[in-house]
């Protein structure tokens, strides 16, 4: 089965502090997705990348930016955290990214802003 | 507006028992439907997929699609303790894919023993 990694598991950040969420991933899928999820809301996309050096906003782009340096990491960065990003986090990737392709997660990252 | 909405929120079925879970589109661009399973402390993993009008049976998961109503459905039958998790439903468009995916908002399964 396919292995996505996160890390760290859990942060705690200040207000205006820079978060940098890591994603790795062994399965050489070209795809690669960073969603939110928040009580009542379900997950929502933030950014996805199909290949390395390039990155496309998702649904809710606003306050974070992504980077994907290699087909393997992927990259999640709050340059000034808010309370409002207080969620789970999770990274998934897909072999590609047609309609019949399987998305699979991380076990997510616990992001906490004081 | 949610494009993806769930019924129940939450649902409490004794173990053994039948649990019908239900999903309707509001966008009628959404052809394609996936239901996703999240045991607690874990991320969400791909149940099944339907993409075409009717049933799709995997052992005890049944999936109901019907585009008309774009409304899909999942049945378990003999649940398990196993099954208590959050189960989401999440639709693409025709000309979207993985990259465009759509996810509801969840309906909370909590089996009985």
């Not at chain 1, 969420?21 to 899928?29: A, E, V």
């Not at chain 1, 996309?45 to 782009?61: C, F, M, R, W």
């Not at chain 1, 306050?63 to 955290?81: C, D, H, M, V």
């Not at chain 2, 589109?25 to 339907?50: C, T, V």
């Amino acid at each position: 089965e396919a292995a996505v990694t996160q890390s760290p598991r859990s942060k705690v950040a200040v207000t205006g502090g820079k978060v940098t969420l890591s994603c790795h991933q062994t399965n050489n899928h070209d795809y690669m997705y960073w969603y939110r999820q928040d009580t009542g809301h379900g997950l929502r996309l933030i950014h996805y990348s199909y290949v390395a050096d390039s990155t496309e906003k998702g649904d809710i782009p606003d306050g974070y930016k992504a980077s994907r340096p290699s087909q393997e990491n992927f990259s999640l960065i709050l340059e000034l955290a808010s309370l409002s990003q207080t969620a789970v986090y999770f990274c998934a990737s897909s072999r590609l990214g047609g309609h019949a392709e399987t998305l699979y997660f991380g076990s997510g990252t616990r992001l906490t802003v004081l | 507006q949610q494009k993806v909405q769930q019924s129940p929120e939450s649902l409490s079925v004794p173990e053994g028992g039948m649990a019908s879970l239900n999903c309707t589109s509001s966008d009628r661009n959404f052809q394609y439907f996936w239901w996703y399973r999240q045991h607690s402390g874990e991320g969400p993993k791909a149940l099944m997929s339907i993409f075409s009008d009717g049933d799709k049976k995997e052992g005890r998961f049944t999936a109901h699609l019907n585009k008309a109503s774009l409304h899909v459905s999942l049945h378990i039958r003999d649940s398990q303790p196993s099954d208590s998790a959050l189960y989401f439903c999440a639709a693409s468009e025709l000309t979207g894919g993985a990259d465009r995916l759509t996810f509801g908002k969840g309906t909370q399964l909590i089996i009985q023993p």
